[in-house]
């Protein structure tokens, strides 16, 4: 059964860089069917999209955060990673990582979040 | 503001049915993207609920269904239970944007 797993820092200074790694289970991340992306939802708010990568390396980024995102896969640990640089009170929120199916670019599996607070 | 607008709350007595409703635009469900539909039961992660406008994953009752007609979806859920208490979502992909995006989401109520 498909597992992923978020982990990194919950807490984060202004202007500093968000990490996160999820680690993929029960399953291949070379496997050409999918995506894996993040999707983050600030508290009591919506979901937004944050990215997807392929196992091949190639992302494709939310217009909105674009400029300060990076999604990169790591095939050998089976885990992919997201940076987000420059962060502010803004980007506090739960992440999450998910398996993007793709054709449909839908999210068929959800890490169960972790919640990361950006505050000095 | 979501590009895709839905509903903020929605509420229902047990064995009723509810629905709803995704608004988008010719650049996102109108353009023929498909719809995805996400259920959020309080303090987890979202679930699948239903793909390509219509489809349930397997384990997913059949109480909950879906269309999309021009540039609007629907979901109906039939024979509310208590348990379907919960934030549901929609998400396409929108070709102006270049992006997936979701609706800001609706918050059932079981009465």
Same mark, same amino acid.
């Not at chain 1, 202007?15 to 600030?42: A, H, K, M």
């Given at each position: 059964q498909l597992q992923l797993q978020e982990s990194g820092p919950e807490l984060v200074k202004p @202007?500093?860089? !968000? @990490? !996160? #790694?999820?680690?993929? @289970?029960? /399953? @291949? #991340? &070379? &496997? /050409?069917? $999918? $995506?894996?992306?993040?999707?983050?939802?600030?508290p009591g708010k919506g979901l937004e999209w944050i990215g997807r990568v392929y196992y091949s390396g190639n992302a494709y980024y939310n217009p909105s955060l674009k400029t300060r995102v990076t999604i990169f896969v790591d095939t050998s640990k089976n885990q992919f990673s997201l940076k987000l640089n420059s962060v502010t009170a803004a980007d506090t929120a739960v992440y999450y990582c998910v398996r993007v199916d793709f054709g449909e670019l839908l999210y068929d599996h959800w890490g169960q979040g972790l919640l990361v607070t950006v505050s000095s | 503001q979501s590009v895709l607008t839905q509903p903020p709350s929605v509420s229902g007595a047990p064995g009723q049915r509810v629905t709803i409703s995704c608004a988008g635009s010719s650049s996102n469900i109108g353009a023929g993207y498909a719809v995805h539909w996400y259920q959020q039961l309080p303090r987890t992660a979202p679930k699948l609920l239903i793909y390509a406008n219509s489809n349930r994953p397997s384990g997913v009752p059949a109480r909950f269904s879906a269309s999309k007609s021009g540039t609007s979806a629907s979901l109906a859920i039939t024979g509310l239970q208590a348990e379907d208490e919960a934030h549901y979502y929609c998400q396409s992909y929108d070709s102006t944007l270049t992006s997936s995006v979701f609706g800001g989401g609706t918050k059932l109520t079981v009465l």
């Open positions: @202007s500093e860089t !968000l @990490s !996160l #790694i999820c680690t993929v @289970s029960g /399953g @291949s #991340i &070379n &496997n /050409g069917d $999918y $995506y894996w992306g993040w999707v983050r939802q600030p | -």
